[in-house]
């Protein structure tokens, strides 16, 4: 295996480093908190066989509650409570922990409840921090609770995101389409986002998650067609990509080349229609994300793709991430050989004296900093080598939509 030796030290690296700074973000949700720290711990003890590592994530998610129960309130999936709820979902439903989540989360649910109806109201769907993230918690809920009347809850909630993304999406030629505000520079922008963070390609990836139940299909399936024909018009072949990152709404601005990324670009176009594919049991469908997912292969280069750090968010382990899973459900060579390229370019990006395990996030146009958490960190780029190393089958990559 590629590096294997250079990946356990580095990974190593990683667990020393969380080890000291777990506690370092103020914030508490999967990807922009410590929870997403303490997944990492659970993965990690299982990796090693080493149950220090679990009893370190207890301590994690033991802290979470404790900040919850002193006041913290920030609800969103990516960094606050509903992405900490995820958490202990996932970590139950995976046997990493035993927990009575029926009990233990209800508590926190009314509030995540009128945040996701607020987000609605104003037609602000993000996957990271709006009401699809509600979405994905009360989905994961709704498929593990054991009490029939939180699932009469959940499906109810669920039906009423589902109506709002009804209500404010738009219909034309193309398909349905749903609009969002962005900054460029210091004006504002309406646009069609694509992408999987904070744009279409979520709200296709949801809705295939949705359909898999009988209760959601007779309205999440006109919203999944006809999402999955406008991001499929908007193909261009902009440079090397094949989808713009977003499309003006108001403007005559041409369309530019997308990065190489888990939150912009091709990678979660293709990802999520193939997902969309395997729910529909579409068989053009899954070429067509077969073949969005094989050209993004012959990307190259830090600089040509946008790669700017080796995070999951837009570094060079999220590409791997993403290639190597659908490698697996695919099957696609060149797919695991853009696994193994990433995974080397990743390694190449640990070059910072002062970084944690030499690594630093780095965003356009700011300096370089030290991060643990899931989307931009150490965290994140510890569970991506896990899960190239391992033998067995880590789920964690469903918190991005991945998998």
Not at 75 to 97: D, K, M, Q, R
Request: proline share 2%.
């Amino acid at each position: 295996m590629l590096q294997k030796k250079d990946l356990e030290k580095k990974l190593e690296e990683i667990a020393q480093a969380l080890e000291t700074k777990q506690m370092e973000s103020p914030h508490l949700g999967v990807l922009a908190g410590i929870s997403g720290v303490a997944m990492f711990f659970f993965y990690y003890a299982k990796y090693k066989r080493d149950n220090h590592y679990g009893t370190v994530g207890n301590r994690v998610l033991e802290e979470c509650l404790n900040r919850i129960s002193n006041g913290y309130s920030f609800p969103t999936y990516c960094t606050g409570i509903a992405g900490v709820g995820w958490v202990f979902e996932h970590l139950s439903e995976n046997n990493f922990i035993e927990i009575k989540n029926d009990k233990l989360l209800p508590d926190i649910e009314d509030h995540l409840y009128h945040k996701m109806k607020e987000r609605i109201s104003i037609g602000h769907y993000d996957f990271l921090h709006g009401a699809i993230g509600y979405g994905v918690y009360f989905l994961k809920r709704y498929k593990n609770t054991q009490s029939e009347k939180l699932k009469i809850k959940y499906e109810a909630y669920l039906k009423e995101l589902l109506e709002g993304l009804k209500e404010t999406s738009e219909k034309d030629k193309s398909g349905i389409k749903w609009s969002s505000e962005i900054k460029k520079g210091q004006s504002p922008e309406i646009v069609y986002n694509l992408s999987l963070s904070h744009g279409m390609s979520s709200i296709v990836n949801f809705l295939a998650r949705t359909y898999e139940f009988d209760e959601f299909q007779s309205l999440a399936y006109p919203l999944l067609k006809g999402s999955i024909s406008y991001i499929l018009s908007q193909e261009k072949s902009i440079e090397h990509s094949l989808f713009p990152s977003t499309i003006s709404k108001n403007s005559k601005t041409v369309p530019v080349e997308s990065r190489l990324s888990w939150c912009y670009g091709d990678l979660g176009v293709g990802l999520s229609l193939h997902k969309a594919s395997q729910i529909l049991k579409d068989q053009e469908l899954s070429e067509d994300a077969s073949r969005i997912l094989l050209h993004s292969t012959n990307r190259k280069g830090l600089k040509a793709c946008g790669v700017v750090d080796a995070s999951p968010c837009h570094g060079a382990f999220g590409l791997a991430q993403i290639y190597g899973t659908m490698f697996k459900l695919t099957k696609l060579k060149a797919l695991g050989k853009a696994t193994d390229y990433w995974v080397s370019e990743g390694l190449k990006l640990a070059i910072y004296k002062d970084g944690y395990a030499g690594f630093k996030q780095q965003r356009w146009n700011d300096s370089p900093v030290n991060e643990v958490n899931l989307l931009e960190g150490i965290a994140g780029i510890g569970l991506c080598i896990i899960s190239y190393l391992s033998d067995f089958e880590p789920n964690w990559e469903e918190s991005l939509m991945i998998k």
